[in-house]
């Protein structure tokens, strides 16, 4: 089964900030790469699909990058509603995986 | 609207029995691959089982498989799970969750609470 590690796990930052969180496929799994983001309490919210498309609604300060082994989500700008959970999954080959996750907090 | 509704969720004694439902309506769902996928109380996702279109083919996580059955009947626009031998890691919110063509979890039902205690 393939592997993703996220990183980092927490990160303290402020509104306005460029974020960038990774993650590391443990083998080669194209671009099927998504990332979510999951508020307390509610379900996830698909933001970037195929390791760089920005899905219908979500704003244009999300964005991916990355083929292979080696993806980034980046918000450039942090806004307040941005304070989440974040997590990678890779839609390569079954069993999917997602990432341990990556929880922004607020400075 | 596009909708994902599950229902069946509650407290069962380890070695017990399950059975999750998934309500779709707002859109065909015989035309989507489902899956359910589950977090446990402060942890993270988990994927647990899929489904294609026609219910021919099924995946499991390997924490899962043996135990758990994927089902879907398409004239009912409802998805299953058949929880079985249940331990207490088993406990989480699990999720109905649609798939795109490009295989993103662009829909996601509220999710039920299964606990497994005795």
């Known amino acids: 089964a393939i592997q993703m590690t996220q990183s980092p796990s927490s990160l303290s930052t402020s509104v306005g900030d460029r974020v960038t969180i990774t993650c590391r496929a443990s083998?080669?799994?194209?671009?099927?790469l998504g990332w979510y983001q999951q508020k307390p309490g509610k379900a996830p919210k698909l933001l970037i699909y195929?390791?760089?498309s920005l899905q219908s609604g979500v704003p244009s300060r999300f964005s991916g990058s990355g083929s292979g082994t080696d993806f980034t989500l980046t918000i450039s700008s942090l806004q307040p509603e941005d304070f989440a959970t974040y997590y990678c999954?890779?839609?390569?080959?079954?069993?999917?995986?997602f990432g341990q996750g990556t929880k922004l907090e607020i400075k | 609207e596009v909708q994902l509704v599950e229902s069946g969720g509650g407290l069962v004694q380890p070695g017990g029995s399950l059975r999750l439902s998934c309500s779709a309506s707002?859109?065909?769902?015989?035309?989507?691959?489902m899956h359910w996928v589950r977090q446990a109380p402060g942890k993270g996702l988990e994927f647990v089982s899929a489904?294609?279109?026609?219910?021919?083919?099924?995946y499991y996580a390997d924490s899962v498989k043996g135990r758990f059955t994927i089902s879907r009947d398409n004239s009912k626009n409802t998805l299953y799970l058949q929880m079985s031998s249940l331990r207490a890691e088993d406990t989480a919110v699990y999720y109905c969750?649609?798939?795109?063509?490009?295989?993103?979890?662009?829909?996601w039902g509220q999710g039920t609470m299964v606990t497994v205690s005795s």
């Open positions: 969750v649609r798939a795109t063509s490009r295989s993103a979890f662009d829909i």
């Open positions: 707002g859109f065909t769902f015989s035309s989507y691959v």
């Open positions: 489904i294609s279109t026609n219910g021919g083919s099924t």
């Open positions: 083998q080669g799994i194209r671009n099927d």
């Open positions: 195929a390791a760089s």
């Open positions: 999954l890779q839609d390569y080959n079954y069993p999917y995986s």
